[in-house]
Nanobody, 123 residues
Framework: VQLQASGGGLVQPGGSLRLSCAVSVPSGWAYRLKAVGWYRQAPGAQRELVGALNSDESVDYSDSVKGRFGISRDNAKSTLDLEMNNLKPEDTAVYFC???????????????WGQGTQVTVSS
């Protein structure tokens, strides 16, 4: 599985930005993805969940972004997009795309990670 994130940049407080994660799954792959989502890591902080789309189509968001961020999937482009609105300086971080695989027997496996894209919110 390959994850390619794009769309980061510099934006002023209150502004908007859209990130996109291109998801590529090998043909014939026996596993499935139980969730695909976004994490972020600010300098000196631990990586934290931003939001994730689960296989049952439910979406989980961290409390810090609820009502401001939205996750959507574009099946035609095989991307998972993160729409970020009303951005705050505390949203500044490197944003990573994440995918959580499970085996055919529903056993967990190591996560896949994209390369990260920098989002900076500053005036």
């Amino acid at each position: 599985v390959q994850l390619q994130a794009s769309g980061g940049g510099l934006v002023q407080p209150g502004g908007s930005l859209r990130l996109s994660c291109a998801v590529s799954v090998p043909s014939g792959w026996a596993y499935r993805l139980k969730a695909v989502g976004w994490y972020r890591q600010a300098p000196g902080a631990q990586r934290e969940l931003v939001g994730a789309l689960n296989s049952d189509e439910s979406v989980d968001y961290s409390d810090s972004v609820k009502g401001r961020f939205g996750i959507s999937r574009d099946n035609a482009k095989s991307t998972l997009d993160l729409e970020m609105n009303n951005l705050k300086p505390e949203d500044t971080a490197v944003y990573f795309c994440n995918a959580k695989p499970v085996s055919p027997s529903e056993a967990g496996a190591a996560d896949f990670w994209g390369q990260g894209t920098q989002v900076t919110v500053s005036s």
